[in-house]
């Protein structure tokens, strides 16, 4: 399967800042992706469908202008956490789709946000 | 909606003892199952899956098989190492949908 690097691994910024975490597909051409993000003692949530070339696709409940999902390349998206707060802390992790070709979904290490 | 439910953790176990980590879920359709392990610092890695009822997915040791009667995956291993400590998490895909359901994750942590 692929190689997934995700970064940062872990990030602190102000609040009302914003902040840009990578996710790169290092040996395949990922045309979907998808971003989650996970609370303490919670699931897993799917937050967005990162698709090459057009716009995301956003959960209910997930704010687009907040969350701004950019995924130009086949080889990269971004998430950016725009205008950050506390309740915006939380640990992201990307996922690129390979079912296609046989190798199911590949993930990232994750990114643990903290907003002060 | 999909839904998936896992025990809590931490897990604490000893080495070689027996391991069962929960997993019940809800869905609308006739999902796919899977669990997935994430070791520490690395991305979340595909352990195990079952695409439909009674069928039984093993990798490394470990099980858990697909019960429709029960909503339920269990994952179970026999004997646990210390290498098995890791975050454990129970999902779904259910057909339709393109992103796989998660539940919150278990942690194991193996004593030698």
């Known amino acids: 399967g692929a190689v997934v690097s995700q970064h940062p691994s872990r990030v602190i910024c102000k609040s009302g800042t914003s902040v840009k975490i990578e996710c790169r597909s290092l040996?395949?051409?990922?045309?979907?992706m998808f971003w989650y993000r996970q609370f303490p003692k919670k699931s897993l949530m799917l937050m967005a469908t990162?698709?090459?070339?057009?716009?995301?696709?956003?959960e209910q409940g997930v704010e687009k202008d907040k969350f701004l999902i950019n995924h130009a390349s086949l080889t990269l998206s971004t998430l950016t956490v725009t205008s950050a707060h506390p309740e915006d802390s939380s640990f992201y992790i990307c996922?690129?789709?390979?079912?296609?070709?046989?190798?199911?979904?590949?993930f990232g290490s994750g990114t643990r946000l903290t907003v002060v | 909606g999909n839904s998936v439910t896992q025990m809590e953790g931490p897990v604490t176990l000893s080495e070689e003892a027996f391991l069962t980590i929960n997993c019940t879920y809800t869905?609308?359709?006739?999902?796919?199952l899977f669990w997935y392990v994430q070791y520490p610092g690395e991305g979340l890695q595909l352990l195990l899956k079952?695409?439909?009822?009674?069928d039984k997915g093993s990798n490394k040791g470990f099980e858990a098989t697909y019960r429709k009667e029960t909503t339920s995956f269990h994952l179970e291993k026999g004997s646990v190492q210390v290498s098995d400590s890791a975050v454990y998490f129970c999902a779904l895909m259910d057909t339709g949908r393109r992103a796989l359901t998660f539940g919150s994750g278990t942690r194991l942590q193996v004593q030698p």
């Open positions: 040996d395949f051409q990922a045309t979907t």
């Open positions: 079952a695409t439909k009822a009674d």
């Open positions: 996922s690129v789709d390979q079912r296609d070709s046989g190798y199911g979904y590949t």
């Open positions: 990162s698709n090459e070339g057009s716009k995301a696709t956003y």
């Open positions: 869905a609308t359709g006739y999902p796919s």
